[in-house]
């Protein structure tokens, strides 16, 4: 079984966002993914 921290996993993802972000993309994934986890199954309710 391999143990790969989470964010080792994430690093390889380009982040599209053209403007100065103001936070890193794996805490925009960190973050929908947690809401995924907490029964939220879409871009707006995500984003809420």
Same mark, same amino acid.
């Given at each position: 079984?391999?143990?790969?921290?989470?964010? *080792?996993?994430?690093?390889?993802?380009? *982040?599209? #966002?053209? #403007?100065?972000?103001?936070? @890193?993309?794996? @805490?925009?994934?960190?973050?929908?993914?947690?809401?995924?986890?907490?029964?939220? *199954? *879409?871009?707006?309710?995500? @984003?809420?």
């Amino acid at each position: 079984m391999s143990t790969t921290r989470l964010p *080792d996993r994430f690093a390889e993802l380009t *982040d599209p #966002r053209r #403007r100065a972000a103001t936070h @890193s993309s794996i @805490s925009v994934v960190f973050i929908a993914l947690c809401a995924v986890v907490c029964g939220y *199954d *879409d871009l707006l309710a995500i @984003s809420t």
